[in-house]
T-cell receptor, first 112, second 112 residues
Framework: RKEVEQDPGPFNVPEGATVAFNCTYS??????FFWYRQDCRKEPKLLMS???SGNEDGRFTAQLNRASQYISLLIRDSKLSDSATYLC?????????????FGTGTKLQVIP | NAGVTQTPKFRVLKTGQSMTLLCAQD?????MYWYRQDPGMGLRLIHY???????AKGEVPDGYNVSRLKKQNFLLGLESAAPSQTSVYFC???????????FGPGTRLTVT
């Protein structure tokens, strides 16, 4: 089983729609979680951290479900500019080292 | 602030040639990373550094070497390039909050 798994998509949604992605992780000892955004042929950029209590930033909401070992990203009122690939990131401490694993990403295409 | 910069942006090498990729950051970050990104594989960690003068192997270190002689610079070397090293290479840096990384714009390397 992969350490971090994401549905590659693409998710094609109309402007104004609400869309949600999930990301599952295999290591129950994982401690920290993040969502990154990567535009086509660009570098990844941190979108938001995912806290145990959830995290909301404008139209974006991130949730953590430790029991089922997944995190989610909800985007409300989708904009054309939201079109990108969304990478899930999971961090776990292995000995004295903090291991960060990136998912392969979920592609979102917002359609006019 | 420039953030994280990488040179060169593009490079074509012949099999067996060598080259060095340069990463520079002006955020005074202790941690620096080199990743490669291939279609369907996500970001894979090649080497990382937790401070000036230190380096460590990541997930896919074979065929690469690194050096961190100055805190702000992290160099990635390919001693004898192979076609399997055709990829997009990203450098990143962070504080000790290693899940929150800042990426450079990437280097697109083709080995023929």
């Amino acid at each position: 089983r992969k350490e971090v798994e994401q549905d590659p998509g693409p998710f094609n949604v109309p402007e104004g729609a609400t869309v949600a992605f999930n990301c599952t992780y295999s290591n129950s000892a994982s401690q920290s979680f993040f969502w990154y955004r990567q535009d086509c042929r660009k570098e990844p950029k941190l979108l938001m951290s995912v806290y145990s209590s959830g995290n909301e930033d404008g139209r974006f909401t991130a949730q953590l479900n430790r029991a089922s070992q997944y995190i989610s990203l909800l985007i409300r009122d989708s904009k054309l500019s939201d079109s990108a690939t969304y990478l899930c990131v999971v961090m776990v401490r292995v000995g004295g080292y903090q291991k960060v694993t990136f998912g392969t990403g979920t592609k979102l295409q917002v359609i006019p | 602030n420039a953030g994280v910069t990488q040179t060169p942006k593009f490079r074509v090498l012949k099999t067996g040639q060598s080259m060095t990729l340069l990463c520079a950051q002006d955020m005074n970050h202790e941690y620096m990373y080199w990743y490669r990104q291939d279609p369907g594989m996500g970001l894979r960690l090649i080497h990382y550094s937790v401070g000036e003068g230190t380096t460590a192997k990541g997930e896919v270190p074979d065929g690469y070497n690194v050096s961190r002689l100055k805190k702000q610079n992290f160099l990635l070397g390919l001693e004898s390039a192979a076609p399997s090293q055709t990829s997009v290479y990203f450098c990143a840096s962070s504080t000790d909050r290693v899940g929150e990384q800042y990426f450079g714009p990437g280097t697109r390397l083709t080995v023929t």
